[in-house]
């Protein structure tokens, strides 16, 4: 198996699970795209927004269940299911990884996969049977602190472990929920276009101290991205990649006028993947 790109994946509301438009329907396109381009991934490494920690923690239980982290929706998105084997073992390989890189990790016999997780793996791998590790971060890390510990983990990606963060690109839901939701296909707004603009160009160019440095630098930023859990884990996936790894976006769209859905891979295998996914 050739290095596997690592990703960022946009995993937006709850509300895609059942719904899926078109993020949905891109991720279920990357799943087969991904296994064609470089065989099938042996486990993913999962880093999401929604899995919150003081230090990293890994939930290395034998066996993982949705969790169904959210209030307020549908009956029929709590009914949905994706139990999947856990990976007690790459723990191990990562714990080792992190503790010599000089960074603290936890691990617990525990399990548990938020909707930050199982909603765009439903799509990728719908029969749930790739072995899945949640990586818990803390949110209060510096985008730089992520980036080095993602860096630390960057030979898994060439054992085979598809290393996944997932947050999203523009996360305001004021901007969603403040005056009444907006349409799910409501034109996007200005700030959100110029943020992922700047996003997509920096990210192509490698530029590591502009994204690191994304709150002084990026335009809109603070409007985008309030509070900034769901972009930080941008950062360990890009890291994951290895010290200077381009991203390439390979999908692009928005929900609500101003909830962005991009998918990013990272590194020198990312055009072979963009390719597998035009010629799939």
Known sequence: MTTLPTLFISHGSPMTALEPGAAGAFLQRLGPAIDAAFGRPKAVLAISAHTLTPEPVLLAAPRHEAVHDFGGFPDALYRLRYDAPGAPGLATRVQQRLTDAGIAVHRVDEGGLDHGIWTPLRYMY???????????????????????????????????????GSGSITHNLRLVFGNGRPPLDAPEIAASAAFRAWVAERAAAADWVALTDYRRQAPQAALMHPTDEHWLPWYPAGGAAGEAAAGLRLHDSVTYGCLGMDTYAFGPAAAALQQALRTG
């Open 126 to 164: 719908p029969d749930a049977d790739l072995p899945v590790l949640p990586l818990g971060f803390a949110p209060d890390w510096s985008p730089a602190r992520l980036h080095a510990l993602g860096l630390a983990l960057a030979p898994l990606a060439g054992e085979g472990v598809l290393i996944v």
